[in-house]
């Protein structure tokens, strides 16, 4: 079958307990058949009147069955009945042995004092349940009579194009998910933050100013060190190595002399005039005084001896393969009393 919202799926009565209202006689009024239970129920009065919880007897009209049940509830008001009889509801709770249905009339008595007159009994709870949704049942968990429990299925619904709005709501979903996160990542983008520590040299822009995607806005340099390249000859390639000591002077600087080391020596030459140099990396470390872009004189001590005597490299004389040295003292008037040692 098909259900279509929002019709009714079952109607569900609780059929352990019945409970029916009776109209008692109120304690002042009733004709002569009726005083005895006015006394009775003025004698009910010392001790509290019919009870909440208190015993009663109803009897099944047709069979004179007698059920055992429980006073539920009892009403304030006072209702006046034919012959002026004044009388009160009481809400009797009677266990159902499964015969029992709305259409059942009964009377009841409590502690002997009889009731008014019949009532019908109504069922303890009822509830009428209906479709939330349209589609086709494709299975039934119930059947009439069959007891069940809050919360149990009842019917299960397909269709056709089921799936399908379960798919399409699910795609739509997902895609709500990427285009929130491209949002986020776009509002995390108007945040823009410093990749290094460092002093800010320039920058391009100031408040107000319309700020446009893959400008230029500052430039940072990290003067916690420097850098600088030099390009070593081919010829004298073979002698550097990494961790050398390089010696820097700057015209810019005067009477200091900086130390840095190598960091990196390149494989990858650069010819130019059939000349093909090195580039070499050194760094350093204490740079108080130089700036970036200073020109710089950088010597790398290829290898250091103590105790050694130095002369000038102007002294040295290389060819033929031969290396002389010249040396010069102070009385020589000229360099023809030069002594030649070889």
């Known amino acids: 079958m098909t259900l279509v919202k929002p019709a009714p799926d079952a109607q569900v009565r609780e059929e ?3 409970k029916r209202t009776w109209p008692f006689p109120h304690p002042k009024h009733g004709k002569r058949w009726l005083i005895l239970g006015v006394i009775a129920l003025l004698f009910l009065a010392f001790a509290g009147k019919f009870l909440l919880g208190q015993a009663a007897q109803v009897t099944l009209d047709g069979s004179f069955e007698t059920l055992n049940g429980t006073v539920r509830s009892i009403s304030g008001s006072k209702v006046v009945g034919t012959g002026n ?10 266990q159902n ?12 008595s409590i502690n002997g004092l009889g009731s008014a007159g019949n009532g019908t009994f109504t069922y303890q709870s009822e509830s009428t349940v209906t479709a939330s949704a349209s589609g086709t049942a494709t299975a039934i968990h119930a059947a009439e009579g069959s007891t069940v429990s809050k919360g149990q299925a009842l019917v299960t619904l397909g269709g056709d194009d089921l799936e399908d709005k379960i798919q399409n709501a699910a795609d739509s979903l997902r895609n709500a998910e990427l285009s929130m996160e491209n949002t986020q990542k776009q509002l995390e983008n108007y945040t823009i933050t410093f990749p290094i520590s460092g002093t800010v040299i320039d920058k391009e822009y100031k408040a107000g100013d319309t700020v446009e995607s893959g400008k230029t806005l500052c430039t940072i340099y990290d003067l916690s060190y420097l850098e600088m390249t030099l390009n070593i000859d081919e010829l004298d390639i073979s002698t550097v190595e990494v961790g050398q000591a390089v010696q820097i002077t700057a015209e810019a600087v005067e009477s ?7 960091t990196k020596v390149s494989v990858a030459g650069n010819t130019s005039g059939g ?8 760094r350093i470390d204490e740079s108080d005084g130089l700036l970036p872009g200073m020109n710089v004189d950088a010597e790398i001590v290829l290898e250091e001896a103590s105790d050694a005597l130095a002369i000038p490299s102007s002294a ?27």
Not at 275 to 282: A, G, L, N
Request: proline fraction near 4%; charged fraction near 15%; glycine fraction near 8%.
């Open 16 to 18: 352990k307990q019945n």
């Open 85 to 94: 009889t004044v009388t009160r509801e009481v809400t009797i709770a009677v």
């Open 97 to 108: 042995p499964g015969g029992l249905s709305a259409s059942q009339v009964a009377a009841a």
């Open 256 to 262: 200091k002399t900086f130390t840095g080391v190598v």
């Open 275 to 282: 000349i093909t140099s090195y580039p070499v990396t050194v």
């Open 316 to 342: 040295v004389t290389r060819g033929g393969g031969n290396t002389s040295l010249a040396l010069i003292t102070q009385d020589s008037p000229s360099a023809e009393n030069a002594v030649k040692i070889r």
